[in-house]
Each structure stands twice: as C-alpha cells, then as structure tokens.
C-alpha cells in the first residue's frame, strides 16, 4: 500500500498534466467560434444587389447601389491566434477582383495585425485588439504550464519543498491567465453578437442574419482552469504536507 505522501505526489502530477492537456488542446485549435450567414434570404431591390453564395466554400456580394460598396459574407471560423474560411479559390479571386485587395485563408493576429499599419476599420481594429491581448495571455499561460512541469519534475526528484510551491504557484497562474484570456475572448463575442463588430466590414443589415456561434474548444479551455486550479490546490498541499515531515525528522 503506497503511503498517503506517494499518493498525493502521483495525484498532483496527473492532475496537473491533465489540467494542461485540456488547455494546450483548446488553444491549439481554431474551433472557438464561427461565423456564419446561411440564413441570409435578402434579394436584390433597387438599393441592393445581391449575389448569394451556393454554399459555406462561397461568398455573397452585397453591394448598396448608391455608394457602389461592396460588402463580402461567407462563413468562417477561428481560435485564439487567427481567422479563417473555407473560400474556394475562384470566390477568393471575386472578392480580389471587386475590392482591389486580396485575403487570404487565415488572418493571423498575432504576426499580421499592426495598429498603425494596418487597414483594417474601426470595428476591425477592436476585434484585432481583442484577439492579441487574449493571445497575450495564452502565450503567459503556456509558459507557466511548461515551466510547472519542469521545476514539478525537479521538486519530486529531490523533494524540494520550494520548488514544490512554485509548481503550486505556477498552476494558479496558469489558470489565472487563461481565465484572462477567456474573459477577453467572451468580450469580443458579446461586441460581435450585439454590436455587429467584425473583423472585415459587413452592412448593418445582414447583421440580423449573422450568427456568431462559441464552439467546442471554449468549454474545454474553462474545464482546464478548473483542473489547473485543483493542480495548483494539491502542489500548495503536497508543499504543506512535505514541510511538516522535513520538520518532523530535524526534530
């Protein structure tokens, strides 16, 4: 029978890899959200032509005939790093063609956005904001969780008292940091569901149309908190734990 000490060890090692395991998968991906326009049914009018896309690989051309604007909606989908689409080639080279500027699959927030380069509009500035503050602190998270498991590694080897609370420490600061950026990321979502921000121009009237969808990933990330928290929780008491025995024995 392994003693309760071994016991508290092992638990605080695997719920601590647990805890990262769902993290680092959630950030990884690009499923936090989608965006989509398939129930988009307005027709053309004498202000408005519209093309309608045949499919999410498609796009609908919105133009208001006034002004000449055209206005690009297709379905995409992202995470904490980038946007991106499912867009055929020959509907990438229809919006190239009609707005002068190519896009590409993804747009990465990270190494493409730049304040006071870029062109994208006010709205698009915003959520661009949002996304690099949010991968912000991921990247935070990530490190707390890679050296977590480095010093953990040291502190069992050699049953290092500090270097188990550091663990501890660093556990809760990884969960504190991904509820930072989860927090972020949920404030970018309410201003694109209720204020119809979006990363590129859309008309205020298929903002009706639009759905902004929280995918799969979002829950699993806040799952990972939870656990990292319990990880952290089991490090500080494995600290507790070791430092009453090492007294016991001086005594």
């Not at 499923?31 to 049914?41: G, K, L, T, V």
């Not at 990330?221 to 089991?234: D, E, M, N, Q, R």
Request: some cysteine; proline content about 3%.
């Amino acid at each position: 029978m392994p003693s309760p000490l071994v016991i508290l060890a092992s638990l605080s090692v695997v719920v601590g890899i647990l805890g990262s395991v769902f993290i680092f998968l959630a950030i990884s991906v690009d499923s936090w959200e989608e965006i989509d326009f398939s129930a988009f049914n307005m027709t053309n009018s004498s202000t408005l032509e519209i093309t309608p896309a045949t499919s999410r690989s498609d796009v609908t051309v919105y133009k208001e005939l006034a002004s000449g604007t055209n206005y690009f909606l297709y379905y995409q989908y992202g995470g904490p790093w980038k946007l991106c689409d499912l867009l055929t080639d020959s509907a990438r080279e229809t919006i190239a063609s009609l707005e002068a500027q190519s896009r590409d699959r993804c747009y990465n927030f990270v190494s493409e956005y730049d304040e006071e380069s870029s062109t994208l509009q006010s709205d698009g500035k915003s959520i661009a904001r949002l996304q690099n503050s949010g991968a912000s602190c991921f990247i935070v998270c990530i490190i707390d969780l890679v050296a977590a498991l480095g010093v953990g590694v040291i502190a069992l080897l050699h049953k290092h008292v500090t270097a188990c609370m550091v663990t501890g420490v660093l556990y809760c600061m990884a969960s504190l940091f991904t509820v930072f950026g989860l927090a972020i990321f949920h404030v970018k979502h309410h201003y694109e569901l209720y204020y119809c921000q979006s990363l590129y121009p859309i008309p205020k009237n298929a903002c009706d149309f639009r759905t902004v969808t929280i995918m799969w990933a979002v829950p699993v990330a806040w799952v990972g908190v939870v656990i990292c928290s319990a990880a952290s929780f089991l490090w500080l008491f494995l600290t507790r734990a070791l430092r009453v025995i090492k007294a016991k024995t001086m005594i």
